[in-house]
């Protein structure tokens, strides 16, 4: 069990420039399976429009890979599948990523949100990399963060923080925490 957890550990932190891509991985698995998981993350990453306010998420079904998550961007659930498709090893892709709905209200709580979690002196360096590590996914009205955060203190407080917006009608604070 303390093996699984550190290589879940392990993992999380790789995804600390993707933000959320949970993918089961065990130390049993081979070599083959879990390169093709680097590749798929790298791929993601690389995604020129991918930013604070998309999740891109994954999983492998032995060849297949199953994308998910939600995007603002239409082109953005092509690209993602077309640098998928494009990896070696890969025998088909699944994209089951959502484009959320174009919103000017959405838009201004986005831009709200992020203020008002960046802003934090406490969550201000999670703002440094080049794809933060906690996303913003506003849907009608609606907040979700999606991500990892470093400690139980930086995930509850970007929850409050992103409560406190207003015309934000709900929360819900899926931030994974890193240690």
């Given at each position: 069990m303390a093996t699984?957890?550190?290589?879940?550990?392990?993992?999380?932190?790789?995804?600390?420039?993707?933000?959320?891509?949970?993918?089961?991985?065990?130390?049993?698995?081979?070599?083959?399976?879990?390169?093709?998981?680097?590749?798929?993350?790298?791929?993601?990453?690389?995604?020129?429009?991918?930013?604070?306010?998309?999740?891109?998420?994954?999983?492998?079904d032995g060849s297949k890979v199953v994308l998910m998550g939600q995007v603002v961007r239409p082109t953005?659930?092509?690209?993602?599948?077309?640098?998928?498709?494009?990896?070696?090893?890969?025998?088909?892709?699944?994209?089951?990523i959502e484009v959320l709905p174009n919103s000017p209200m959405d838009d201004q709580l986005r831009r709200a949100v992020y203020r008002a979690i960046y802003s934090e002196p406490g969550l201000s360096r999670y703002a440094l990399s080049a794809v933060p590590s906690i996303h913003i996914i506003v849907k009608n009205g609606n907040v979700s963060l999606e991500g990892v955060a470093d400690n139980e203190t930086d995930k509850n407080l970007a929850g409050i923080r992103a409560n406190g917006v207003p015309n934000v009608f709900s929360v819900k604070n899926n931030l994974v925490v890193s240690k």
């Open positions: 699984y957890r550190r290589i879940a550990v392990a993992l999380l932190a790789m995804t600390l420039g993707l933000g959320s891509l949970p993918v089961a991985s065990t130390a049993q698995e081979p070599k083959a399976q879990q390169n093709l998981i680097k590749e798929v993350r790298h791929q993601l990453v690389l995604l020129p429009y991918y930013s604070v306010f998309d999740n891109l998420s994954f999983r492998l953005l659930k092509s690209d993602a599948e077309a640098a998928v498709k494009g990896i070696e090893g890969v025998s088909s892709v699944q994209n089951d």
